[in-house]
């Protein structure tokens, strides 16, 4: 079983940056999808972006495209987001997803075999 760990999470002024880390519990490098998805209060959970292996092609949400940046470093499994010109929009806890086998459909929770337990950000 692997555990996905967040971390990085906080507060932040409007316009701030913040980088959120997702490390797996053993260095498992054949996810072939890894993802970030978030929930903020009274609305459902939403994907963010998707980052596939090997090919290291990404994906965006339409309201984070140009802002957040999704990466993953290979050598020690672990997934980041960089998100930068926050707004209170973006105030959500935050979670990584990992899949093992290749899927299309990034932005649906229910294909993700493995789930962090999310890390808070909260932008005001």
């Known amino acids: 079983h692997v555990q996905l760990v967040e971390s990085g999470g906080g507060s932040v002024q409007v316009g701030g940056s913040l980088r959120l880390s997702c490390t797996a519990s053993r260095n498992e490098p054949h996810f072939k999808v890894m993802a970030w998805f978030r929930r903020a209060p009274g609305k459902e959970r939403e994907g963010v972006a998707v980052i596939y292996r090997p090919s290291g092609v990404t994906n965006y949400a339409d309201t984070v495209q140009g802002r957040f940046t999704i990466s993953r470093e290979v050598a020690t499994n672990t997934l980041y987001l960089q998100m930068n010109s926050l707004t209170p929009e973006d105030t959500a806890m935050y979670y990584c997803?990992?899949?093992?086998?290749?899927?299309?459909?990034?932005?649906?929770?229910?294909?993700?075999?493995?789930w962090g337990q999310g890390t808070q950000v909260t932008v005001s």
């Open positions: 997803a990992a899949r093992w086998a290749y899927e299309d459909r990034w932005n649906f929770a229910g294909i993700y075999d493995y």
